[in-house]
């Protein structure tokens, strides 16, 4: 029996004394914030899904940005919106695509920010998959030369660094020898390592435009129910050369987090999805929760699990608090 010669309590009874022992600091500097670059001049459609956020054109975009790098935010990272798509989703790796476009326009006018790129063929393509499709079949090799095309195109424009989200096996070295081939070599990849196929995106289908049109994705994003094949994967994508991973979604997903960030010596990201901000969001307008305590202890989990960065949708509304402290 420790007590009472041992008294937590002791240690909580005033706020100095709480900061002075808090074991997890979330800061700004692990925040990254999602953007929709959409097509258009003025353009700024709201998400009914997601309160707080919009399809921007590119000028709206670099006004966002200039706001997150303001608040000290390090990072965005960029999903495109194209005026057409087809079964190829040529606009994902065209030269003045929607992303490419917004890359060029964010770092000329806020070069100090770090855009990041989602290299995915799934807000481009027809069908809404992420890959090519051959029949009712996503084809996996046949869609890694299209996904390289991608980075590189983003990488040609400016990015900083290039995401693949698609879980397509072996899209990570077909990147990587893509940028190197290309003298782009110094451009890192954040690797979709551990991607569920989880029912928490359902808001960012909306924002992007990207429900598949036939069936789902469970034959490339990961089984909600598996643990072990995590790790392999995440082994597989270190191997070919990605130099963060992530796990997405986060909060259902903390137990793999945690295990990936003590299994693996890289910096490991953590994405808190759409569906996890809309929820939290809208039980914060219903007057059930307290929706910035709420958000900035979500936020410490993910952090406390393991994440040495967040892509989070709450990434502007956290920084002010943090900030403010």
């Not at 890359?103 to 809404?128: F, M, N, Q």
């Not at 195109?153 to 693949?164: E, F, I, L, T």
């Not at 072996?170 to 196929?197: F, Q, W």
């Not at 992007?208 to 994967?233: C, H, L, V």
Request: net charge negative; charged share 25%.
């Amino acid at each position: 029996m420790l007590f009472p010669d041992y008294r937590p309590r002791r240690m909580r009874q005033n706020a100095a004394f709480r900061r002075l022992v808090r074991e997890t600091q979330l800061q700004v500097d692990d925040l990254i914030l999602p953007l929709f670059a959409v097509e258009g001049k003025d353009v700024k459609n709201a998400i009914p899904s997601m309160p707080g956020h919009f399809q921007l054109s590119v000028n709206h975009l670099v006004e966002t940005a200039r706001e997150a790098h303001g608040l000290g935010i390090p990072a965005v990272i960029l999903f495109g919106i194209p005026a057409r798509k087809d079964p190829m989703g040529t606009q994902a790796y065209a030269k003045d695509g929607i992303v490419q476009r917004a890359v060029r326009a964010i770092k000329s006018k806020v070069p100090d920010l770090a855009v990041i790129t989602d290299v995915c063929l799934c807000e481009y393509t027809d069908h809404g998959h992420c890959g090519v499709v051959q029949g009712h079949i996503i084809d996996n090799d046949l869609s890694l030369d299209l996904l390289a095309q991608t980075a590189l195109s983003h990488a040609k424009a400016g990015a900083d660094m290039v995401a693949p989200s698609d879980m397509m096996d072996g899209r990570v070295t077909e990147i990587r020898n893509v940028l190197d081939e290309a003298n782009l070599s110094h451009v890192p990849i954040m690797s979709y390592a551990a991607k569920y196929c989880s029912a928490f995106y359902g808001p960012f289908r909306e924002a992007a435009g990207s429900a598949p049109q036939f069936g789902d994705r469970s034959t490339y994003q990961m089984d909600p129910a598996n643990a072990q094949e995590a790790i392999r994967e995440v082994s597989m994508d270190v191997e070919e050369g990605a130099d963060i991973v992530m796990v997405k979604p986060a909060l259902p997903y903390l137990d793999i987090l945690c295990r990936i960030k003590q299994e693996f010596d890289l910096p490991v990201a953590a994405y808190n999805v759409s569906g996890e901000y809309a929820m939290i969001k809208a039980a914060a307008e219903k007057g059930w929760i307290d929706g910035p305590r709420v958000m900035m202890e979500t936020l410490t989990s993910i952090k406390r699990a393991g994440a040495d960065m967040i892509l989070t949708y709450f990434a502007l509304e956290a920084a002010q608090v943090l900030n403010n402290r």
